[in-house]
């Protein structure tokens, strides 16, 4: 695995908790629709380093990582970040990785656990990969939904895909899912479920507590894939 150091392009303040870092692409650097790089970030904190997944996808010209934003001195470093600063990565790692090949997929993702699968997601989208793909994702509030624009407009464009919001707190009038996926949110939006294949993303418990309802679903555990963001300890 090769390390490589590269300029910031352009931060984009994603949602009020939740930051695009957008980069150059290293020459010669490739990588699969889901995975991760180990990101180092200088700045008045000192270089702090943290695992980050590729929420651009291989088909775009730069790569960039999208953090939910703390006090940590990660994400200090972050917020100082300018145009033409060098940020370095180690990298591709990971195994959530879809390239296409099945004929129902269903994705699962809680809060900024979405990042690799709008890398997927937007791969799959340019390269035209067909099937059906469902996208179950929850959050805390539409404001802290990430990437709802684009994915609104890919399930447009794209009969095959269709997206289920889950708002912990719904705005009034809210007709769709509250609360969490669980197995009530998972029978009742996704058919043919022996079929499907999963890709599950968030922090370590919703990875857990969704791992437990397809486990209550029957589902073969061959049929899941999970990426963990470990650090965090709730819904993000
Ligand atoms: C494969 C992978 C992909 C990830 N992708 C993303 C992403 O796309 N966007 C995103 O926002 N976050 C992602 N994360 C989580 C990210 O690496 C950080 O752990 C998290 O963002 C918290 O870092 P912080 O600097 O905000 O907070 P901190 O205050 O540094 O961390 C909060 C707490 O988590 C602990 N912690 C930090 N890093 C880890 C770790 N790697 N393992 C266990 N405990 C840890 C700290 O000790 C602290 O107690 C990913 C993690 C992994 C493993």
Same mark, same amino acid.
């Given at each position: 695995m090769n390390e490589y150091t =590269?300029?910031?392009?352009?931060?984009? !303040?994603?949602?009020? *908790? @939740?930051?695009? #870092?957008?980069?150059?692409? /290293?020459d010669g650097f490739t990588f699969k629709?889901? !995975?991760?790089?180990?990101? *180092?970030?200088?700045?008045?904190?000192?270089?702090?380093?943290?695992?980050?997944?590729?929420?651009?996808? /291989?088909?775009? /010209?730069?790569?960039?990582?999208?953090?939910? =934003?703390?006090?940590?001195?990660?994400? !200090?470093?972050v917020e100082q970040l300018q145009k033409g600063d060098e940020v370095s990565f180690r990298g591709p790692m990971g195994n959530?990785?879809?390239?296409?090949?099945?004929?129902?997929?269903?994705?699962?993702?809680?809060? &900024?656990?979405?990042?690799? =699968?709008?890398? =997927? #997601?937007?791969? @799959?989208?340019?390269?035209?990969?067909?099937?059906?793909?469902?996208l179950l994702y929850g959050n805390f509030n539409f404001e802290? *939904?990430?990437?709802?624009?684009? &994915?609104?407009?890919?399930?447009?464009e794209d009969p095959g895909l269709k997206v289920i919001h889950i708002l912990k707190d719904p705005p009034e009038g809210w007709e769709?899912? *509250?609360?969490?996926?669980?197995?009530?949110?998972?029978?009742?939006?996704?058919p043919d479920l022996p079929d499907q294949t999963f890709y599950v993303s968030g922090p370590p418990p919703m990875v857990n507590a969704v791992a437990m309802c397809l486990d209550e679903l029957e589902i073969h555990r061959d049929r899941v894939f999970k990426e963990e963001l470990e650090g965090y300890e709730g819904m993000v």
């Open positions: =590269i300029k910031v392009i352009e931060r984009i !303040q994603r949602t009020p *908790t @939740a930051v695009t #870092l957008r980069m150059e692409k /290293p629709p889901g !995975q991760w790089g180990y990101f *180092t970030v200088g700045g008045d904190c000192g270089k702090v380093s943290r695992s980050l997944s590729f929420s651009s996808s /291989p088909t775009e /010209p730069h790569l960039e990582f999208t953090k939910r =934003i703390s006090d940590s001195d990660f994400c !200090q470093n959530l990785v879809y390239e296409g090949g099945l004929d129902k997929v269903t994705f699962m993702a809680g809060g &900024i656990g979405i990042t690799p =699968i709008r890398s =997927i #997601l937007k791969h @799959a989208v340019d390269k035209g990969i067909g099937g059906e793909k469902f802290e *939904t990430a990437f709802a624009e684009e &994915i609104k407009r890919w399930e447009k769709g899912f *509250t609360g969490f996926i669980d197995s009530r949110v998972i029978e009742a939006s996704v």
